[in-house]
């Protein structure tokens, strides 16, 4: 997500201490009734599309459907925030002329466009004529104007994507402090809106083509379905979710507003609506997980909104391992930090201590299980270093690929853990130089994972796009440029009076996609267009693998148990059968000693490989693990001298064992060792 500028008004600051959490990357006409990717019946004035040839369908010599991903992008914020924070529709039954018009108070200069200077600075004054002229806006740098009009997203379709994530989004406080708005600001009221919209777009765009299942965007709840959109050479259509209080889960003063009940409630609800990918946590602590913090004046500024919403700033600690979040920063905030009850000012963080000590929280855990649960795809971007890793913890533990980082905002050293557990990694839509500088440092590993690789644009998420390049540059982008399948020919984007060039304009709207990706083929190079080609591939291969997830059977739930030790307390058990009872309520605990054991019977003989464990606080920093078919010959398969706590998954080849004991070796605490839960797997 791009920077935001300070603002200026004591009035409005408060607004930008949140923008962020929002997200913060036709053929002209019908050529005939054969051309099945031509409507025969656009609506008339439209936008042009500006591509001729047929769309791409089927497969490669591989097997492999070709494509790019989207896997981050907000078809209908225009519906978020009050509805008055993003101007324009996606689509409207009255009309391009409707669609793409500007919100109210912005005319007739621009004067009261709040949001808009907040964003991109100046005094907000512009031309909100959208059309026909289009003088200012849709703009790389304009962020509170539409750029998702529907005919825009079927260039990029046109341009050789397959794949487009519809993040359904919104924010509550955002709503509550921004001055206009003409609905209520309620979270799910707004995502529910959102999903519905997203089914009608399908519909608008079905009658266009000749009735239902016919025209070329396509909602699709499984991977099996994108797959034979795909493969008709359509738009398979993701719904994901991207909220701060999800299900209601906002905290207050630590204590959280809501319930397992209230997790499950919700989670059935938006897999009902068609979701399938979602974030826990977004800018603002909540009862569910810790977030990634925002730098420099805009973290100020959105530290004074968490403090506001939540009743507590942001808590840092030192990092334990190479991952960090971003740091906080000192820059003041005026406007913002005016809204503080007397005597409350931000603290000061050490440049040392720069994680967040929020973690995934026990709620935020058991809503990552019903995900798990449900085959839902966790979008691990925007949560804090320390939720991150306990989240690809528990996905290691249970071997499950469901997890993507849509559009770089994790620590990128998740990287390989990401990708060796099946899951997609996209980049923000940054300009084509940074774009493919990433690209290329992350390049051996997709080589070592046989991955493509996706771009998050984040459009209609007051992000910011990747400006012009300038006409002068070297390797401009050459219109009419082909394809990268080679079978269509794209042109400039005409909408009304305005043509686009991405020489000239940048990423104004979606439209230009294709124009990007020519862009970084130009930079880059064609290796790194070619990773992208192969994004939709990937991505769908992450979401099949998620749901022919099976969770394994734990050999060791009910074993007969043993230990060298057991603490004693006169209320509770800490006896080391307490380890093994499938519950993470209760616990085994050993004396406070180093040389400790722990032994399980698994009752005959199994193939073992992989043992799991869930430490209390009390872990071990060596030890290792045994296996025995007989319970007095022990093979030692596993062992760390590194251990930090947590959950651990001692992966091995597999071995025939009767008989697991957990060797204890040096505590990582003075109290002695103590585990919630102790599984085992065959591997």
Request: a negative charge.
């Amino acid at each position: 997500m791009a920077k935001v500028r300070h603002p200026y008004v004591a009035a409005v600051t408060l607004l930008m201490l949140v923008l962020a959490m929002a997200l913060g990357p036709a053929p002209s006409s019908a050529a005939g009734a054969d051309d099945w990717w031509n409507p025969t019946a656009r609506p008339a004035p439209d936008a042009r599309i500006g591509v001729t040839g047929e769309p791409f369908q089927g497969m490669d010599s591989r097997g492999e459907v070709r494509g790019f991903v989207d896997a981050h992008n907000h078809l209908f914020s225009n519906e978020a925030f009050g509805g008055r924070l993003i101007c324009g529709k996606t689509f409207s039954e009255a009309g391009v002329a409707d669609a793409l018009k500007d919100c109210p108070e912005h005319y007739p200069d621009g004067s009261l466009a709040v949001f808009d200077f907040i964003t991109k600075g100046g005094d907000g004054r512009h031309d909100p004529v959208g059309w026909p002229t289009f003088k200012d806006w849709p703009a790389h740098d304009s962020l509170t104007h539409q750029q998702n009009y529907y005919a825009w997203v079927e260039r990029a379709w046109r341009g050789g994507q397959r794949v487009l994530v519809n993040d359904l989004v919104t924010n509550g406080v955002i709503c509550s402090v921004y001055f206009f708005k003409d609905r209520s600001c309620d979270e799910m009221t707004s995502i529910r809106l959102q999903a519905k919209l997203s089914y009608d777009l399908q519909a608008y765009v079905d009658r266009m083509y000749g009735g239902p299942g016919k025209g070329w965007f396509r909602i699709v709840t499984d991977s099996a379905q994108a797959r034979q959109v795909v493969q008709q050479g359509k738009l398979a259509v993701i719904l994901g979710v991207e909220t701060s209080e999800p299900f209601g889960c906002k905290q207050i003063l630590d204590i959280p507003q809501c319930s397992r009940e209230d997790i499950d409630k919700g989670l059935d609800e938006l897999y009902a609506l068609g979701v399938r990918s979602m974030f826990l946590c977004h800018k603002f602590d909540n009862a569910l997980c810790g977030v990634r913090f925002d730098e420099g004046t805009l973290g100020t500024a959105i530290n004074v909104g968490q403090f506001l919403s939540t009743g507590t700033f942001w808590r840092t600690e030192k990092c334990t391992g190479p991952q960090h979040d971003n740091p906080i920063g000192l820059a003041s905030a005026p406007g913002a930090e005016a809204k503080l009850p007397a005597g409350v000012s931000v603290p000061s963080y050490a440049a040392d201590a720069q994680c967040n000590v929020r973690g995934l929280t026990e709620l935020g855990e058991y809503a990552v299980r019903g995900m798990m649960k449900r085959k839902m795809m966790l979008e691990i971007d925007h949560m804090s270093v320390k939720a991150t890793g306990r989240a690809l913890d528990l996905f290691q533990a249970a071997s499950y690929p469901g997890v993507i980082s849509s559009h770089s905002w994790m620590d990128l050293n998740w990287t390989e853990r990401v990708y060796s557990l099946g899951g997609f990694i996209a980049q923000y839509m940054h300009g084509s130089e940074g774009f493919s500088a990433e690209a290329r440092r992350t390049d051996a590993l997709r080589d070592k994972y046989g991955v493509g690789y996706g771009y998050g644009t984040d459009m209609n998420g007051v992000g910011g796009w990747p400006g012009p390049r300038g006409a002068d540059a070297p390797n401009p982008v050459r219109y009419p440029f082909r394809s990268v399948d080679g079978g269509s020919l794209i042109d400039r984007q005409t909408t009304g009076e305005r043509t686009w060039d991405l020489n000239t304009d940048g990423a104004a709207h979606y439209g230009l996609v294709p124009d990007w990706i020519e862009d970084i083929r130009l930079v880059g190079g064609q290796d790194v267009v070619d990773d992208l080609f192969r994004g939709a591939e990937s991505y769908l291969d992450t979401w099949g693998a998620t749901e022919r997830h099976q969770a394994a059977v734990n050999l060791a739930k009910g074993a007969a148990a043993t230990a060298s030790s057991a603490e004693w307390n006169p209320f509770t058990s800490y006896a080391p059968g307490r380890a093994v009872d499938g519950s993470r309520d209760t616990r085994w605990a050993s004396h406070w000693s180093d040389d400790q054991w722990l032994r399980l019977d698994l009752g005959t003989t199994h193939r073992v490989g992989r043992v799991t464990l869930d430490w209390e606080r009390a872990y071990a920093r060596a030890y290792r693990i045994d296996l025995s078919t007989d319970g007095t010959d022990w093979r030692t398969v596993w062992s760390t001298t590194t251990g930090d706590g947590g959950l651990d998954t001692a992966d091995f080849t597999g071995t025939p064992a009767r008989y697991v004991r957990v060797q204890l070796l040096d505590r990582g605490t003075d109290w002695g060792y103590s585990l919630h839960e102790v599984s085992v797997h065959s591997g």
